[in-house]
């Protein structure tokens, strides 16, 4: 079974830092661009950042771009995205998400975790 | 930064009923674009990528139409597990990817 399985969210301080990890399982890891992407609560969903295969394409959302830095052990089958300076604005449900097989002649997310919490507040 | 616009933001409909939601983008984006489904409390589901191809396991009453700017996402006849936030999705921006704001569609 092809699963994605998010860890490291909890509540921090405006300032502070925070490490999510995604573990992958099911699906050759190492074959697919992997993604973060948030919900804060009530809203709707917001792309946070990509990470190709062999890391060398990386993008990030203009929100999140200085603090926040994306990373993939294909070793490991796991993903991470380290939050530093994190902001209330940051408080939101992340998602790892898989995207499609590369044969498809296109680009979007087919398996999303089912996501962790990450709150911002003094 | 390419922005996904979404019509309507909210709707109301029956069962039965053809339901259509608009994405727009602010420039042309081929055909790299996608929807997704999602249901309270539960992570998005892909429906339609490639603005028209229909992901496995999807039921064939959804389906997708447009390119370039103009998008449309089509429920043929709406069931009642049907009723729940759809977004649209750019991925021709690659590494940088942008949803739209969602449209809710709700029991009338």
């Known amino acids: 079974e092809v699963q994605l399985v998010e860890s490291g969210g909890g509540l921090v301080q405006p300032g502070r830092s925070l490490r999510l990890s995604c573990a992958a399982s099911?699906?050759?890891?190492?074959?697919?661009?992997m993604h973060w992407v948030r919900q804060a609560p009530g809203k709707g969903l917001e792309w946070v950042s990509g990470?190709?295969?062999?890391?060398?394409?990386?993008g990030y959302a203009d929100s999140v771009k200085g603090r926040f830095t994306i990373s993939r052990d294909n070793a490991k089958n796991s993903l991470y995205l380290q939050m530093n300076s994190l902001r209330a604005e940051d408080t939101a449900l992340y998602y790892c998400?898989?995207?499609?097989?590369?044969?498809?002649?296109?680009?979007?997310?087919?398996?999303w975790g089912q996501g962790t919490m990450v709150s911002v507040s003094s | 930064d390419i922005q996904m616009t979404q019509s309507p933001s909210s709707l109301s409909a029956s069962v039965g009923d053809r339901v259509t939601i608009t994405c727009r983008a602010s420039?042309?984006?081929?055909?790299?674009l996608n929807w997704y489904q999602q249901k309270p409390g539960k992570a998005p589901k892909l429906l339609i990528y490639?603005?028209?191809s229909l992901q496995s396991g999807v039921p064939s009453r959804f389906s997708g139409s447009g390119s370039g700017t103009d998008f449309a996402l089509t429920i043929s006849s709406l069931q009642p597990e049907d009723f729940a936030t759809y977004y649209c999705?750019?991925?021709?921006?690659?590494?940088?990817?942008?949803f739209g704001q969602g449209t809710r569609v709700e029991i009338k």
């Open positions: 099911g699906f050759t890891f190492d074959d697919y661009a």
């Open positions: 420039q042309s984006i081929t055909s790299y």
């Open positions: 998400v898989k995207d499609i097989p590369p044969n498809w002649n296109s680009r979007a997310f087919d398996i």
């Open positions: 490639a603005a028209s």
């Open positions: 999705q750019q991925s021709y921006s690659t590494p940088v990817y942008t």
């Open positions: 990470i190709n295969w062999n890391s060398g394409g990386i």
